[in-house]
């Protein structure tokens, strides 16, 4: 048993007060974990688009003031009744979206939407009580999807926590517990790529990459980047992306630039931008007959997908999927070992490094567009 189970911890978390605004460094209450919760110290977190678009609340409901972060990786501190799978001590990735093992979806081998863990971008609290564990002077702070790893010391619920390989470096593995996974797992999971066949990455930041990575382990002879902005191309060669389309440089939409590219449309596609018509073009690029479209992006709340029937009719298949069809719990552990084995490269998805105390900075560089992931140290 820790010294601090059981107790209250006060610790730093950093804080979103209002839409958009910079997120404030503020000492928070984190209460015990109650019945299948667990209290996780966060040592790296890392900022994923779906942060910021529910921080900027532009086409989301907003919900403040919350503390955000999904993607991290970290120590067990104490758990809760009932909580047999995890101990104090152990490493673990918190998941957004989370396994109970119990439900039909679970039980499933095609689904991970789990009944009871699913994700769900409008709930700030927790399932057991219906409360949140974080306060300030007595004020609630809501919960960002079972994770809020902004804070140096979090609660979620067990179903929501992956525990790995204790040897894995926290530091590098975090990008595993949203972005990297759900990328590769797309395509490896859900767009199955034969071998030799063509491909079409919608987005090229790290969620994307992790997809043409996905592509190329599958072994597609040709992988299409397509962004809205070129200077994603450089990072992207890495990343075994054969050919680059900006949507920009045309005068046609980018689904007939892409059929002419490859005599009538791609094998497989997956979009991981966000944007609706980028959607659109994912689905309507993939060749009729047997074209496969993934969605991986998170649209808008009201946006809504668009395209004639026919080209349904015409044999083309439209998916979608949230953490790349990976169950977190029965899943994850084994593509971090793919990390370990280096069968998976994580490192150069990590273009930038900061202190908790410069957090800001990390939502900068994604407005910008600059670089892929950026890793928040949370000892500093
Ligand atoms: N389904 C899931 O489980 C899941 C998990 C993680 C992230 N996501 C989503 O995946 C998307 C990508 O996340 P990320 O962290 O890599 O974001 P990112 O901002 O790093 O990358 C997105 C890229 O898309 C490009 N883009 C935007 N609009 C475009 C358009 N119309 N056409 C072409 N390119 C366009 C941007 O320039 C950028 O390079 C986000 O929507 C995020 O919310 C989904
Ligand atoms: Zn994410
Ligand atoms: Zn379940």
Known sequence: MSSTAGQVIRCRAAVAWEAGKPLVLEEVEVAPPQAMEVRLKILFTSLCHTDVYFWEAKGQTPLFPRIFGHEAGGIVESVGEGVTDLKPGDHVLPVFTGECKECRHCKSEESNMCDLLRINTDRGVMLNDGKSRFSIRGQPIYHFVGTSTFSEYTVAHVGSVAKINPAAPLDKVCVLSCGISTGLGATLNVAKPKKGSTVAIFGLGAVGLAAAEGARIAGAS??????????????????????????????????????????????????????????????????????VAVLVGVPNKDDAFKTHPVNLLNERTLKGTFFGNYKPRSDLPSVVEKYMNKELELEKFITHSVPFSEINKAFEYMLQGDGLRCIIRMDA
């Open 222 to 291: 040709r992988i299409i980047g397509v962004d809205l902005n070129s200077k994603r191309f450089d990072e992207a060669k890495k990343f075994g992306i054969t050919e680059f389309v900006n949507p920009k440089d045309h005068e046609k939409p980018v689904q007939e630039v892409i059929a002419e590219m490859t005599g009538g449309g791609v094998d497989r596609s997956v979009e991981c931008t966000g944007n609706i018509n980028a959607m659109i073009s994912a689905f309507e690029c993939v060749h009729d007959g047997w074209g």
